[in-house]
């Protein structure tokens, strides 16, 4: 038998996950939507990718959470630590994204803003995400062989569209027309092969939000990328099979530059009259809560939406996986990592204007919600003005923004002035992370936010360019953006979209300069990379562990109904 090609040291596996269902649910924020019971498994599934030369490695999870916590991936990598060298698995090259679905437990991110809605820290949650994790690296790691990694890429057309047209509709025009469509259209699949050729598992990237299943579902579920990676896993395993080399096909379906994509294909609708919603505030008659987006399935409900986007997401990853590769990987492993201060990250705009990034803070559209699942009261989208009342009401909650912050997230109206509230513990983040994976021609940008449509493809385009001008790619490289990765910290637009003031912009935590900051770190991570040197970081996330508020009450009951 002919030995594999650039062979790499693989392994892969996955573990499922539940948590507590009487939680409410981490995504949209809805007080009311609190768990009821189990729809579907939920799981994390990581990929280990080692490099036999240069005995580099890096790991990649894919969780079926809304996104990652600092303090969860804290956890995992002490837990590692303790199974392991310490030195085999690290924050450097240990790579966790969740999937954003919408449909799982909350209270495990550990900054006020994002838990108030579970009533705070809630551990159980927490402590099922860390293990889920911690033993899907575990097994995975046990079954290291040799095998090769090939990528491919398409277009899937009919899941995914842009939720925030008029806000994309801001960025330079000469920019816009580079590219087809408003939304990333691309799946971008990584297939993973034994030393025999044969097919082991799959990590593809897909533009589209975890919002098939509405803010009224209470059953916990992965939404329509949890949905197709168990239906790959099915169509690739025997029945009753487990998941996970060598016993089992792993399917991922991982996250990628969803910030103002939806799932919802039939757009936004008034629920009065079924009309399109207003273009630019996303309203019905002045009122934000009428405005509902339509899944393919909407006339059946949302479970049926959830099967077809799903659905849609599996077929094409089956195509690409049987399809002609691209490329098939070669090369070395490499992964740089920085913990940035993104209160005061310094940048530069492509005019050559120099600006800073601004402690973080929440606008006025934020509170509008989306037409995904949209807010209460009199916000709405696109609001770059303020209200007296509102300003006080926010005053109340946290502290009134200094001259300094108001004009640093200028054209933003802050309603929540998250970044100088500090009781009864931080709000949002100050320091968040970004990181750079190698394998071969493939790089992986692990953001910390949810990127728009167009703030990910400038991030893709600038890593491209530096790894060519550096000598460690070529053309037929890939880049890929996997987020929110590690640690959240909202959205991220363009400083063009940003002016627009939606929802996306509203949630761009710190300021019109986010982007902008966020990209020239990453093509230092790029270049340091290239020079084989170290990067250093000069802050650490903080802990304040111990202040966490937990108000959320156990589980009443968990057992079988009655008679059964």
């Known amino acids: 038998m002919t030995p594999p090609i650039n062979p790499y040291g693989l392994s892969l596996h996955s573990f499922v996950w539940v948590g507590v269902a009487e939680v409410n649910f981490m995504g949209y924020a809805n007080i009311k939507q609190r768990g009821t019971g189990l729809r579907q498994r939920i799981y994390a599934r990581a990929f280990i990718v080692h490099d036999t030369t240069t005995n580099k490695r890096v790991v990649h999870v894919t969780t079926d959470t809304a996104m990652m916590s600092q303090f969860v991936r804290q956890r995992v990598l002490q837990r590692l630590h303790q199974k392991f060298e310490p030195s085999l698995y690290t924050h450097e090259n240990v790579m966790i994204t969740g999937t954003h679905s919408h449909s799982g437990p909350g209270g495990f991110l550990g900054y006020l803003l994002y838990d108030l809605t579970a009533l705070g820290w809630v551990n159980q949650t927490a402590e099922a995400i860390v293990a889920g994790i911690v033993r899907s690296i575990e ?69 589209t939000h975890g919002t098939s299943m509405n803010n009224t579902n209470t059953l916990v579920t992965g939404d329509n990328k949890g949905y197709a990676a168990i239906k790959f896993e099915q169509a690739m395993n025997p029945p009753e099979s487990p998941t996970g080399w060598p016993e089992g096909f792993v399917a991922a379906f991982s996250q990628t530059n969803m910030g103002d994509v939806s799932p919802n294909t039939e757009g936004a609708k008034c629920l009065d009259t079924g009309l399109p919603c207003d273009y630019k505030h996303s309203t019905c008659n002045g009122k934000n809560e009428l405005c509902v987006a339509r899944g393919p ?262 057992s079988h109904p009655i008679g059964k």
């Open 297 to 558: 399935g909407w006339q059946q409900g949302d479970f049926a939406s959830n099967q077809i986007i799903g659905d849609r997401q599996y077929q094409k990853a089956r195509e690409l996986y049987h399809s002609r590769p691209r490329t098939v990987l070669s090369g070395p492993i490499d992964y740089r990592h920085i913990y940035l201060d993104m209160s005061k990250t310094a940048f530069t705009y492509d005019n050559g204007t120099a600006g800073h990034t601004c402690p973080p803070a929440m606008g006025y559209s934020m509170a509008a919600g989306t037409t995904d699942g949209p807010g209460q009261f009199d916000f709405y989208q696109g609001q770059n003005t303020s209200n007296p009342l509102w300003n006080f009401a926010g005053s109340i909650v946290t502290k009134t923004p200094s001259r300094e912050q108001a004009a640093c997230h200028h054209p933003k109206p802050i309603l929540l002035n998250t970044g100088e509230t500090h009781f009864p513990y931080e709000w949002q983040p100050k320091i968040v992370e970004l990181q750079v994976f190698r394998i071969g021609q493939v790089f992986v940008v692990g953001v910390p936010a949810e990127f728009t449509t167009m703030a990910g493809r400038r991030m893709r385009e600038a890593v491209k360019k530096a790894a060519m001008e550096q000598g460690i790619a070529g053309k037929d490289a890939i880049v890929v953006v996997s987020g929110p990765s590690n640690t959240y910290a909202s959205y991220t637009t363009t400083p063009e979209e940003y002016a627009g003031q939606r929802y996306e912009a509203g949630s761009t935590i710190f300021g019109p300069g986010s982007l902008p900051a966020y990209v020239q770190s990453a093509v230092r991570l790029v270049r340091s990379m290239a020079r084989k040197a170290r990067v250093e970081s000069a802050v650490a996330p903080p802990d304040f562990s111990r202040k966490f508020i937990s108000l959320q009450t156990g589980v009443v009951l968990d």
């Open 139 to 207: 097994r995975a790691h046990k079954h290291m062989r040799p095998g090769t990694i090939s990528a491919h890429v398409g277009e899937l057309l009919n899941a995914s569209v842009n939720r925030s047209p008029s806000s994309y509709e801001l960025n330079p025009a000469e920019e816009r027309a580079r590219y087809r469509y408003n939304t990333d259209k691309e799946m971008t699949l990584l297939r993973f092969n034994d030393a025999s050729g044969k097919g082991i598992g799959q990590l593809n990237w897909f533009a």
